[in-house]
């Protein structure tokens, strides 16, 4: 967790261990996120040349379950992976359907739709959906479909519109896949970033859920801060929580000047959301130059920390396939 230590490290782990021991031990880890996409065609070849690997295709799949209560079927084209150490499932909802899938696309665009977390067994699931319910949060989406020929089933919770992403369950007889391990020379995913607007109500709502509150701290601008390759003074905020494989990192940014976090509001019809992949990188430069080989390019970019608590990171535009930027970060 080199971003977390470096931004956060007494506050995030003070309030997770006053906070987590509330929740079952499942969240301490995350099994998968669940990526909704409108064309499946396009976003998997190039997440594929960013490092999407290991990738196991499920054309023309049935979900059934329900959605806010009532019967649900979906029909869908899903892709499994790894980047790095983050699994990965990338959903293509069939269109015209009624559902929150559909409904999701529709009000953000292409984007990361929920993180999910692994329950050993059926009752574990049942119990957690009742706990839920106690703390006023429903079940939004609950779907069973076949994996190998076993069912799998996948519950998602109400939480997007207070906690700006769904948090999810997975479970699977002998147990869903793992998250991969990454290799030498692999992608480390180190958190997940995103943007909010007002970190209190969202902090407030995690909290009452018994995850940890995060406490927002400002950035300030800084001399070698750049977007689109000009000269940016930009103070922010930013909080954290830590999670088994990575962080979560809020982001609190203003509306201008522009900058990369503004950028993603517009582009997801204003709607919050998980905005990057920051994943760790040794050379920061070389990274930047294979996605610029690719067709991508910098859109913000500066530092952190000082001295040997340094580092430096870049933003890449990858957003125009699947609505999800990359953060390249290299510690000092």
Request: proline share 5%; net charge negative; charged share 15%.
């Amino acid at each position: 967790m080199r971003l977390i230590l470096l931004r956060c490290f007494v506050v995030a782990l003070s309030l997770l261990g006053t906070c987590s021991a509330q929740l079952p031990n499942y969240y301490k880890t995350v099994n998968r996120v669940t990526w909704l996409v409108q064309d499946i065609d396009k976003v998997r070849p190039a997440w594929e040349a960013l490092g999407l690997s290991g990738i196991q295709e499920y054309p023309n799949i049935t979900l059934t379950g329900q959605y806010h209560g009532k019967p649900a079927t979906i029909y869908a084209w899903e892709i499994t992976g790894h980047l790095g150490n983050l699994t990965v499932e990338m959903i293509q909802p069939a269109e015209g359907q009624l559902n929150a899938f559909n409904d999701f696309l529709m009000k953000h665009g292409d984007g990361i739709f929920s993180i999910v977390h692994e329950v050993s067994s059926k009752k574990e699931m049942e119990q957690e959906i009742q706990r839920m319910n106690g703390l006023g949060v429903g079940v939004l989406l609950q779907l069973t479909t076949k994996r190998q020929n076993a069912p799998i089933t996948f519950t998602y919770f109400d939480t997007e519109p207070q906690g700006k992403f769904v948090l999810g369950l997975v479970y699977r007889p002998g147990g869903a896949s793992s998250p991969a391990p990454a290799s030498a020379g692999g992608e480390t995913v180190t958190h997940l970033g995103t943007v909010i607007r007002e970190p209190g109500p969202v902090s407030a709502f995690w909290q009452k859920l018994g995850f940890p509150a995060f406490t927002v701290q400002r950035e300030p601008s800084r001399d070698d801060l750049r977007y689109r390759d000009q000269p940016l003074s930009l103070a922010f905020a930013t909080g954290s929580q830590s999670f088994g494989q990575f962080s979560l990192e809020w982001i609190v940014s203003p509306a201008m000047p522009p900058n990369i976090y503004a950028d993603f509001l517009k582009a997801h019809h204003n709607q919050e959301g998980i905005q990057h992949l920051g994943i760790a990188v040794d050379n920061l430069d070389q990274d930047v130059a294979h996605y610029e080989k690719l067709g991508y390019h910098v859109r913000q970019s500066g530092s952190w920390g000082a001295g040997t608590s340094s580092l430096r990171y870049a933003g890449m535009d990858t957003d125009s396939n699947g609505g999800i930027n990359v953060e390249l970060v290299q510690a000092n």
